[in-house]
């Protein structure tokens, strides 16, 4: 493994919520929020649609929410679909400001829900 890699990995595996900055709290809830809101956005675009139609395809248990829905896919495809109607809303709103977290955060959402994990782990 590349050292970087490794120095970044082990960093973040070991980071704790309680390490974390009340100002990084802050800024990462409101990315959050802002998230959930382009999600609600890009919803009903073609791209979303089409996204979440695929995702749809495939029968996961245990696997990941396609958000929106009770079906669960494979972690993969519920990434793909979830993060595709977030990035939709700004993607196709000509005032958007791109912002990387909205584009980031909902592929990880499956990652906590699948290991049961609460928000702060």
Not at 24 to 42: K, S
Request: charged fraction near 15%; glycine fraction near 8%; charge should be positive.
């Amino acid at each position: 493994m590349d050292r970087t890699l490794e120095f970044l990995s082990t960093y973040a595996t070991k980071l704790t919520y309680d390490q974390l900055p009340p100002g990084v709290v802050h800024h990462v809830r409101r990315r959050v929020i802002d998230t959930l809101g382009c999600a609600m956005g890009g919803f009903s675009t073609e791209p979303s649609r089409i996204a979440r139609s695929y995702a749809l395809e495939v029968n996961a248990n245990p696997g990941a929410t396609v958000l929106g829905t009770r079906h669960r896919t494979a972690p993969d495809l519920a990434a793909f679909a979830n993060g595709s109607w977030s990035g939709a809303w700004t993607s196709t709103t000509p005032d958007a400001i791109p912002d990387i977290p909205v584009t980031i955060s909902p592929p990880c959402c499956p990652l906590p829900i699948m290991s049961r994990q609460a928000g702060r782990s």
